[in-house]
């Protein structure tokens, strides 16, 4: 089975513009968690989508948003970008139909994201 | 709220030496706990999970840990490190679908 993918692996983008990263989930997998790495505040969490419905949030503004598409896949936006908001975005999938879930979240290599 | 914490940033083990990593955590309900590992530039890769049953859990590349309710500890540990082993490890807790994060702990294997 193919493993998480994540595009592009790197991007740069300046002060003010908003980009848009991509995930593509684990064959089968229908939950999509992307997260946040940072030096300073470590592995944070963004958002969980399930079944194209966001099913629960993260302590971040809103100019973080995400979507989930009917086979799953998963795109998350920031807009009006800081330089702050330079970090590695991760992405994870996993079954996890339940919640609480005991499933394994299974992540992808990230997307790199710098703001100048 | 479930929280981690990893009170070590660094480990230094010497090649074919014991490997522990330490871990405590605090949650609501029961423990869903997990290990992961991050090479440079990489993303997160599984090594094992608690859910109940046997304390002593086994995982990928050798390693295991012991869930410990009493001292709500989960220390990862290998018997014998090697110096591929060197990376960036994590500890989490799963709660409503989401994992809780340890700062992580840098483990450097020396030759």
């Known amino acids: 089975k193919a493993g998480v993918t994540q595009t592009p692996r790197y991007l740069i983008k300046t002060r003010g513009q908003q980009v848009t990263l991509s995930c593509s989930p684990i064959s089968g997998h229908r939950s999509v968690s992307w997260y946040q790495q940072t030096p300073g505040q470590g592995l944070q969490f963004l958002f969980e989508y399930f079944s194209e419905t966001q099913r629960n949030k993260g302590n971040f503004p809103g100019r973080f948003s995400g979507r989930q598409f009917s086979n799953s896949r998963s795109e998350m936006n920031v807009s009006t970008l800081e330089l702050g908001d330079s970090a590695l975005y991760l992405c994870?999938?996993?079954?996890?139909?339940?919640?609480?879930?005991?499933?394994?979240?299974?992540f992808g290599p990230g997307t790199r994201l710098t703001v100048l | 709220a479930q929280s981690v914490a990893q009170p070590e940033d660094q480990v230094n083990v010497a090649e074919g030496n014991p490997l522990t990593v330490k871990c405590t955590y605090s949650v609501s309900g029961n423990p869903y706990l997990f290990w992961y590992v991050q090479y440079p530039n990489r993303g997160l890769q599984f090594l094992l999970k608690?859910?109940?049953?046997?304390?002593l859990v086994k995982g990928s590349y050798g390693f295991e840990a012991e869930f410990n309710k009493s001292q709500t500890s989960f220390h990862l540990k290998k018997p014998s490190a090697l110096v591929s082993d060197s990376a960036l490890y994590f500890c989490?807790?799963?709660?409503?679908?989401?994992?809780?994060f340890g700062k992580g702990n840098q483990v450097v294997v020396i030759p």
């Open positions: 989490a807790a799963e709660g409503n679908n989401r994992l809780a």
């Open positions: 608690y859910i109940t049953g046997d304390n």
């Open positions: 994870a999938s996993s079954l996890a139909g339940q919640v609480p879930s005991t499933d394994t979240q299974y």
